[in-house]
């Protein structure tokens, strides 16, 4: 199993995200802001970092998933209009995304 940070600030969301991650076995963090995702990320060393890109400041997503990917493997969880994965993310899942596809992506990732 995967250590996962999940980046999100809807506190629902990473409630949701974070119990299905941790029933199937990952080891799980959770961050609210870019900010408190870098000093997670720094202090825990995760696997996989699953982020919003629409984080208190917009350039905050983008910005975060090029600092981070190169260190970890990033996945944009978003409803954003986007095609591809920003610079530094390896893969983009569009919300909503049922449970079995964010699993499935961590374990490709992981």
């Known amino acids: 199993m995967a250590r996962v940070l999940v980046v999100e600030d809807d506190a629902a969301q ?29 202090e825990w060393r995760p696997q996989v970092v699953i982020m919003d890109l ?5 350039a905050d997503g983008v910005d975060l998933a090029r600092e981070l990917g190169g260190d970890a493997r990033v996945l ?14 390896a893969r983009l899942l569009k919300k909503p995304c049922s449970s079995g596809v ?4 961590i374990a490709e990732l992981a």
């Open 14 to 42: 990473v409630d949701l995200r974070c119990m299905v991650l941790k029933k199937a076995g990952h080891e799980v963090a959770r961050a609210d802001s870019a900010a408190s995702a870098r000093k997670s990320f720094r």
């Open 54 to 58: 629409k984080l208190p400041r917009l």
């Open 102 to 105: 964010l699993l499935r992506t």
């Open 76 to 89: 944009v969880l978003t409803g954003a209009r986007l095609d591809d994965p920003p610079e530094g993310a």
